[in-house]
């Protein structure tokens, strides 16, 4: 079975800094999707950024990217420039490619608390 | 362009009664998965529905039912409620198939408190 293992309960950041997070995930599977998701107060899950893992290349998004070492099954996020809006918790996810469709389950870590300080 | 809706937003029920949470997709979307994320922890994958079916179902007791209608639509039914059942509902919906299948887009889910 697939796990994903987020180790950092909490970390926080001054405003306009770099903060990040990591995320460890055990899989047998060759083919698969990372993702990031970002659930603020309000409670809906919002994506941050997405890693296929046929893909050397390490996404990024704005202020976002990610460090993904696939021998290492590695998956860490960095936030640049950190905002007041950035505080949320953010959980790492793992979900098997499934023929590009988006058949089957994410499989969530159990979450990082990330405070943003002015 | 609407997100997806659920409904209700909070609700408490008693130990042993029966509930039924809501969940209407995306606008486009046609596949439909639901979550419980207990406090502080990350969402468990409850079930997934495609074209009116359960396609692939977490581990999750029998207790644990839903239905996807013509419209997309879902709805997800918890009965003999116990007290570990107090979690928020998520639901998410996708497109399963196509260039735009990979994404999911979540509700803001339904917190079920069982007293």
């Known amino acids: 079975a697939q796990t994903v293992t987020q180790s950092q309960p909490e970390m926080s950041v001054q405003e306009a800094e770099t903060v990040t997070l990591s995320c460890t995930y055990d899989?047998?599977?060759?083919?698969?999707?990372l993702f990031w998701y970002k659930q603020p107060p309000s409670r809906q899950m919002i994506l941050v950024i997405r890693?296929?893992?046929?893909?050397?290349q390490n996404a990024t998004e704005n202020r976002f990217s990610v460090n993904f070492q696939k021998a290492a099954k590695s998956f860490s996020l960095k936030i640049s420039d950190s905002q007041l809006g950035d505080a949320a918790m953010y959980f790492c996810?793992?979900?098997?490619?499934?023929?590009?469709?988006?058949?089957?389950?994410?499989?969530f870590g159990q979450g990082t608390i990330l405070t943003v300080h002015p | 362009d609407a997100g997806v809706t659920q409904s209700p937003t909070h609700l408490i029920k008693t130990r042993g009664q029966q509930v039924t949470l809501r969940c209407s997709p995306k606008?486009?979307?046609?596949?439909v998965s639901w979550y419980q994320q207990a406090l502080g922890q990350g969402p468990q994958f409850i079930f997934q529905?495609?074209?009116?079916?359960?396609?692939q179902r977490g581990n999750f007791p029998d207790r644990f039912s839903g239905h996807q209608f013509p419209n997309y639509s879902s709805e997800l039914n918890v009965n003999a409620l116990l007290l570990g059942d107090s979690a928020l509902y998520l639901c998410?919906?996708?497109?399963?198939?196509?260039?735009?299948?990979?994404?999911?887009?979540f509700g803001s889910g339904t917190r079920l408190t069982v007293v």
């Open positions: 998410a919906s996708s497109l399963l198939t196509g260039p735009r299948s990979r994404g999911y887009t």
């Open positions: 899989t047998s599977e060759s083919d698969y999707y």
């Open positions: 890693q296929e893992a046929y893909k050397q």
């Open positions: 996810a793992y979900r098997a490619n499934a023929g590009g469709t988006s058949y089957g389950k994410l499989t």
């Open positions: 606008s486009g979307h046609d596949t």
């Open positions: 529905y495609y074209e009116e079916e359960e396609r």
